[in-house]
């Protein structure tokens, strides 16, 4: 199995009308189309695998190291390279370019992005803490998360407490994200619901890793109209 995925970046949100008139709430994404830099086989990695680059960048901007190496490869150079692996070698080649047409056939997919950054939180907004009394002697402390460490013994706060600090901006992942729409002549693709990050942040879609068996929204649509249909029927 082939497991490429692509980059792209975050438009921003609208809504997609259905014939039957009802409207869902979808992403937006520009995608970027990849190019295959490198062909990495099983002999030398002990896997087979594709390497491709997405995003271009200025030639100034890149190590000398990796100027080499573009240059070795006789390509531009790419500002994001992403390693895919895959069971055969000979249905890619170097060089070729890839975009919306491996998601022909898909009607879910897992996303990965990084969630807006809210800078330094109180546990109240990051952990959803209930704060301390309103009342009865507490003063000044009312958001405050209240004590952290034990006694003497093990009198030390452990890693991982939940406290104060900085919120989001961090790398997320969701799952099963529902294909409403694809559009290959301007590259972009629509998903059911929001994602995380915020406008023109990159986003990487792969295929999605679990056997999904669910029916699309416009699956299901055309099953109840085949049942309303049924109905008519019957009645006449």
Partial sequence: ???????????GMTREFFPSGISIPVTVIKIEKGRIIDLI?????????????FESIKGSKLTKSMKGFFSKKSTEPKKILKEFRVD????????????????????????????IGKGFAGVMKRYNFSGLRASHGV???HRSHGSTGQRQDPGKVFKGKKMAGHMGDKLRTMQNLEIVKSDLENNLIYLKGSI???????????????????????????????LKNIEDKKKK
Avoid: C, H
């Fill in 41 to 53: 086989t099983k002999d030398s990695r002990g896997y087979n695998a594709v390497r491709i680059g």
């Fill in 1 to 11: 199995m082939n497991n490429l995925g692509l980059i792209g970046k975050k438009v």
């Fill in 196 to 226: 995380p990050g915020s406008k023109k942040s990159t986003i990487y879609i792969n295929k999605s890793v679990k056997n999904i068996t669910k029916l699309t929204l416009n699956e299901k649509l055309e099953k109840q109209l085949k």
């Fill in 139 to 141: 003063s000044v402390s």
């Fill in 88 to 115: 055969n070698l000979k249905d890619f080649k170097e060089g070729n370019e890839i975009g919306l047409e491996i998601f022909k056939d898909t009607k879910f997919v897992d996303i990965k992005a990084k969630t």
